[in-house]
Every structure is written in C-alpha cells, then in structure tokens.
C-alpha cells in the first residue's frame, strides 16, 4: 500500500540550494535508510515530511499517520513515566498493552522519566507514539545513540517486526545492516537509491566509483586523441597559407596545394565537431580524505595504569566491587556493559574526577591523558575553534594548526565561528582535533561516534587504528568496537570480565565456538599479528624497528 509520495522537492537556505529534483515513493514494508554527510538536509528532508517545513517548492502526498522518533528529547523533566506517557496519549488501554509488550511492569509507570536510561527512554518514546494513533510509517532519526547493546537488539527486532514502513536517520553501519533494505544517499543536492542493506549499499557504491572513473578516463583520452589530430591538421594547413604563389609555370602546383588545404580545413572541422559530440564525463566527486595522526607522549612503563580490588557505590546501588584490571602502554580497549552498569563512573574514576570507595589504583609518573566526554566538556563554548586550538597547543605554528583543521572538515570562515554556535557533530570534530594534535600517551573517550556522520566515524576509526599510544572506549557501537578493539572489558552486575581478544572472538567465546582455550589464544596471535602487519606498511621509519620488535616477541611466543 502507498504510504506517500513526493514529486521535485525542492530546498533553498537562502541562495544556497539544499538540495533538488526529489522523487520518491514509500510503500508499507519499505524499510529505507536515509544517510548523507552532516548538513546535506537529511532532517531538513524529514521535516518536509512531517509538515514542519512549509518553505519548499514540490509535492508531498502523505496518505498515512507518520509517528516520528526525535533525535534529540528534554528528558531533564520531573514528570513520571505515566505522566510522560499520558501527555499525548488517550488510549490508557492501549499503552499498558505496549509497557508489556516493550517489558515494562506497571510500577514502572511510577519512576520520573528522568532518571530512565537512554534505552527505557526510547522504548517509552515509542510507546508514546504507538498508543496515540494508528501509524503505518516511523521515521527514526539516530534512534541507537544513548542505546546499550541489549536495547539496540531490542529495537532491531522491533523494527523487524513493525507491519508498516520505516525511515531510519543513522550512522550506525551494523544497525542499518540488521533492518534496512534500501539504502537513499543524500548528495550533492540529490538523492540517489540503492537496494540492500549498508554493506550492500558500500559494495555498489565502489562498483559505480570504479565504473565513473573508468568512463571518465576513457572520455579525457579519448578528447586527447581527437585534439592531437585537429592540431595536426591544423599545424598542415598554417603551413601550406602562402605558399605555392599562383603563376603559369606552377598552376598545377599551387591548385594542388589549394585542394590539400581545402580537405585539410574540412577534417579540422570534423574533428571540432566530434569533440563537441563527445559525451561528457565529469570527474567522479570524492569528499576530501582527512588522514589524521595522533602525536603521542613516549612513556617507559608497560603497565602505565592498574587497578587492585576497586570499588565503586552510589547510596544502596554497587556499581563493581573488587574489580582488578591493567592498561598496557599499547592496549587498545572496548568498555562495553548496558546502560547504568558504571563505564562512564570507572573511567571518570581513572581521571580522578570521582574518588573510589576502596581498592589501589596505580598510576604511571608519565601518564599523560586525553579523554572525550559525551558532553564534550574539553571546549570552552565562548573562544573562537581557532582561538581554542591555539590555547590548547601554544606549541604548535598557527599555519600548522589552520591546515590541520582543514583536513578536518573547518575551512575558511569555519575556524573563526565561536564553539557554541558550532553543530553538534562540529563540536565532537573539534574535540577531536583537540586529541589529535595534543601529546597524550592514554585515550579516554566515551561514546565518542555519537553524532558524527559515517565518513567521520571511518577517519575516527583510522586514526585508532594507527594510533601508537593506549585508548580505553567506551560504545555500543559494534561494528567500531570490531574495528579498534583488541581487548574487551565487560562490566555486569558489578563484576568486570576481561578478554584480550576482539569483540568478534569474545562472541564466539561466549557462543561456545573454540574447541580449546589453545585455539583461542592462537586467533588472538594471528590477529595481533596482522594488526601489525597493517600498522607495519604505513610506519615512519623510526616506529617500523618498534612494530618489528613486537612482530618478533608474538611469533617467540
């Protein structure tokens, strides 16, 4: 069934074109990713949609309720769960049917919605919109930000199981491959479809690059050829003007002569005119690659931070008890746990930002850390983005630190724009640059994918990747934990697992899948390896002695 339909949309921000010539149809069923750099107009897009947006030129035939998901709620009120859901719902019946369903019980309704997790306050969101009115198409704009991995299958499944159709706004690539079948990139002002899910979408994506750049090296050939010859016969025919001067003796040579010329000035035109016909191919666009490179603090000791029998508790809540762990010089973690199990307090804890109850916590001398906060607390909101990377790095060359925030997506006018007028995707972008151009030997960052587009979280990933120094990240991201990660620290019911393996072995630990502990810690060998190989390839000179020292140490043992 029809759901809606738009015909030449079209969007204009003053004298800059949004985007143009936008055709769609929605039908119940689709499940359709909506995915494009930050600031293409996806939302813009949304709320033409939901009829937030009356400024555009175009049609928008909407034959359907739409229940629409926010990316961003004040969630700071003191109202209660019931009060909250209640404010906009008529149906008493039919929400307590949905708390049920989501896994709610009815005491629930009790606690202010404020001190609900990111999860219960999207299942809540959902719950809201549902018992309000029939809907038959959910548009979900980053619905998995905040989300542990739990509430995240949670809503894989919901999504899955939804009758009507769903427009996901996300940059979550596993998210998108779990419940989406077509993929709509928003672009240089256009949307163009694609069948799949993500990766489907990435491999087609690849194709039309090669097949682009294929066709427009055969064009500029092709027009190369075409304007080699026309200079020829161009070069001929400036040769042959005023030669052979008309005489009795040399007629037939100066005719001669003539009729050459003629034929000569005729495939020069022909030529021109197979240069026009030709059909043109434009370069194939590409967004400007940023490769950052994190500068790292050199520290002696291996073990640069450990802890012995931490313990951490708020009031009658034990967030973990006598939990034990060591970060390496090297390490490269993934703190993962759900929602209210105490990441953020543990690695608030290592900064000395809250104290612990009991327990050691070691600390090398030379430590030296940079942390990301989901509140990106490491900015001040009044300095200019220029004005703030300069005061964090007084040693830099201010030539060096413009280029730099040029690579990451601040040119021109952008570096004068105070922090606080900033978007919030270009306030986590120059957080980064921060940690980027600072001298850090240990990265604490915590949820730090949240609104960053797709192309931001890959350069994120990269540079974790490279980066030489330690990283402790806290994120339900899974397919970034499979990326970076190479130790997995799971906090549950105040107890902290470790394993020094990926997030993809520790799945297949848990899954039963290894025979013997033996074929365990050869996986995680040969992935080390490999990790290093990699690294190996794109070392500076004085770092390849280091990466072939650790080569040799993994293959020793």
């Given at each position: 069934?029809?759901?809606?339909?738009t015909?030449?949309?079209?969007?204009?921000?003053?004298?800059?074109?949004?985007?143009?010539?936008?055709?769609?149809?929605?039908?119940?069923?689709?499940?359709?990713?909506?995915?494009?750099?930050?600031?293409?107009?996806?939302?813009?897009?949304?709320?033409?949609?939901?009829?937030?947006?009356?400024?555009?030129?175009?049609?928008?035939?909407?034959k359907?309720?739409?229940?629409?998901?926010?990316?961003?709620?004040?969630?700071?009120?003191?109202?209660?769960?019931?009060?909250?859901?209640?404010?906009?719902?008529?149906?008493?019946?039919?929400f307590?049917?949905?708390?049920?369903?989501?896994?709610?019980?009815?005491?629930?309704?009790?606690?202010?919605?404020?001190?609900?997790?990111?999860?219960?306050?999207?299942?809540?969101?959902?719950?809201?919109?549902?018992?309000?009115?029939?809907?038959?198409?959910?548009?979900?704009?980053?619905?998995?930000?905040?989300?542990?991995?739990?509430?995240?299958?949670?809503?894989?499944?919901?999504?899955?199981?939804?009758?009507g159709?769903?427009?996901?706004?996300?940059?979550?690539?596993?998210?998108?491959?779990?419940?989406?079948?077509?993929?709509?990139?928003?672009?240089?002002?256009?949307?163009?479809?694609?069948?799949?899910?993500?990766?489907?979408?990435?491999?087609?994506?690849?194709?039309?690059?090669?097949?682009?750049?294929?066709?427009?090296?055969?064009?500029?050939?092709?027009?190369?050829?075409?304007?080699?010859?026309?200079?020829?016969?161009?070069?001929?025919?400036?040769?042959?003007?005023?030669?052979?001067?008309?005489?009795?003796?040399?007629?037939?040579?100066?005719?001669?002569?003539?009729?050459?010329?003629?034929?000569?000035?005729?495939?020069?035109?022909?030529?021109?005119?197979?240069?026009?016909?030709?059909?043109?191919?434009?370069?194939p666009?590409?967004?400007?690659?940023?490769?950052?490179?994190?500068?790292?603090?050199?520290?002696?000791?291996?073990?640069?931070?450990?802890?012995?029998?931490?313990?951490?508790?708020?009031?009658?809540?034990?967030?973990?008890?006598?939990?034990?762990?060591?970060?390496?010089?090297?390490?490269?973690?993934?703190?993962?746990?759900?929602?209210?199990?105490?990441?953020?307090?543990?690695?608030?804890?290592?900064?000395?930002?809250?104290?612990?109850?009991?327990?050691?916590?070691?600390?090398?001398?030379?430590?030296?850390?940079?942390?990301?906060?989901?509140?990106?607390?490491?900015?001040?909101?009044?300095?200019?983005?220029?004005?703030?990377?300069?005061?964090?790095?007084?040693?830099?060359?201010?030539?060096?630190?413009?280029?730099?925030?040029?690579?990451?997506?601040?040119?021109?006018?952008?570096?004068?724009?105070?922090?606080?007028?900033?978007?919030?995707?270009?306030?986590?972008?120059?957080?980064?640059?921060?940690?980027?151009?600072?001298?850090?030997?240990?990265?604490?960052?915590?949820?730090?994918?949240?609104?960053?587009?797709?192309e931001?979280r890959?350069?994120?990933?990269?540079?974790l990747?490279?980066?030489?120094?330690?990283?402790?990240?806290?994120?339900?991201?899974?397919?970034?934990?499979?990326e970076?990660?190479?130790?997995?620290?799971?906090?549950?019911?105040?107890?902290?697992?470790?394993?020094?393996?990926?997030?993809?072995?520790?799945?297949?630990?848990?899954k039963?899948e290894?025979?013997?502990?033996e074929?365990?810690?050869?996986?995680?060998?040969?992935?080390?390896?490999?990790?290093?190989?990699?690294?190996?390839?794109?070392?500076?000179?004085?770092?390849?002695?280091?990466?072939?020292?650790?080569?040799?140490?993994?293959?020793?043992?």
């Amino acid at each position: 069934m029809l759901l809606l339909e738009t015909k030449n949309l079209e969007k204009w921000f003053g004298a800059r074109k949004l985007f143009a010539d936008i055709n769609f149809s929605i039908y119940s069923g689709d499940r359709i990713a909506v995915i494009g750099r930050n600031g293409t107009g996806k939302t813009t897009m949304i709320n033409i949609l939901l009829g937030r947006d009356t400024d555009f030129s175009g049609e928008v035939n909407l034959k359907t309720n739409i229940g629409y998901l926010p990316q961003y709620y004040n969630y700071q009120s003191e109202k209660t769960v019931e009060e909250f859901l209640t404010e906009k719902t008529y149906n008493y019946g039919e929400f307590l049917k949905l708390m049920k369903k989501f896994g709610f019980e009815v005491d629930f309704l009790d606690r202010r919605i404020v001190n609900c997790s990111g999860g219960e306050q999207t299942k809540l969101q959902l719950i809201r919109l549902l018992a309000a009115q029939k809907v038959d198409l959910l548009i979900l704009d980053e619905p998995t930000n905040h989300l542990d991995l739990e509430t995240r299958d949670w809503l894989v499944s919901f999504i899955n199981d939804f009758e009507g159709a769903v427009i996901i706004i996300s940059h979550d690539r596993h998210f998108l491959d779990q419940t989406v079948k077509e993929v709509w990139e928003l672009n240089q002002q256009q949307l163009k479809t694609y069948s799949g899910n993500y990766s489907e979408y990435k491999k087609q994506k690849e194709i039309e690059l090669q097949r682009q750049y294929r066709e427009y090296e055969e064009y500029q050939a092709e027009k190369k050829r075409l304007k080699q010859r026309k200079r020829k016969q161009q070069q001929f025919v400036q040769k042959t003007d005023g030669k052979g001067k008309r005489t009795d003796s040399s007629w037939h040579v100066t005719k001669g002569s003539d009729r050459r010329k003629g034929r000569f000035a005729k495939r020069v035109k022909s030529l021109e005119s197979q240069i026009e016909k030709l059909e043109q191919k434009e370069k194939p666009f590409e967004h400007r690659q940023i490769n950052p490179d994190f500068e790292r603090k050199e520290i002696a000791s291996q073990i640069i931070v450990e802890a012995k029998d931490l313990t951490k508790s708020f009031f009658d809540l034990n967030l973990f008890e006598n939990i034990n762990f060591k970060i390496e010089k090297d390490s490269k973690i993934a703190l993962m746990g759900a929602n209210g199990s105490g990441k953020s307090v543990l690695i608030k804890i290592i900064l000395d930002k809250i104290k612990k109850d009991s327990g050691e916590l070691l600390k090398s001398s030379q430590l030296k850390i940079g942390y990301f906060s989901q509140k990106i607390e490491n900015l001040n909101p009044d300095n200019s983005l220029l004005e703030e990377m300069k005061l964090k790095n007084p040693d830099k060359d201010p030539e060096i630190i413009r280029t730099f925030l040029g690579s990451m997506l601040f040119e021109g006018e952008d570096v004068f724009k105070k922090i606080k007028a900033l978007s919030i995707g270009e306030r986590v972008r120059a957080a980064f640059a921060v940690l980027l151009l600072g001298k850090f030997n240990l990265l604490l960052l915590d949820e730090p994918l949240n609104h960053l587009d797709i192309e931001s979280r890959e350069i994120i990933e990269k540079a974790l990747k490279n980066y030489n120094g330690a990283f402790v990240v806290v994120s339900h991201n899974r397919y970034f934990i499979e990326e970076i990660a190479q130790e997995i620290w799971q906090l549950k019911k105040g107890n902290l697992e470790v394993f020094p393996g990926s997030y993809k072995q520790y799945q297949k630990l848990k899954k039963g899948e290894y025979k013997s502990g033996e074929d365990l810690d050869q996986e995680i060998i040969q992935m080390k390896k490999a990790e290093l190989y990699a690294r190996l390839e794109e070392a500076a000179v004085e770092e390849k002695g280091k990466i072939i020292d650790k080569l040799e140490a993994l293959s020793d043992g």
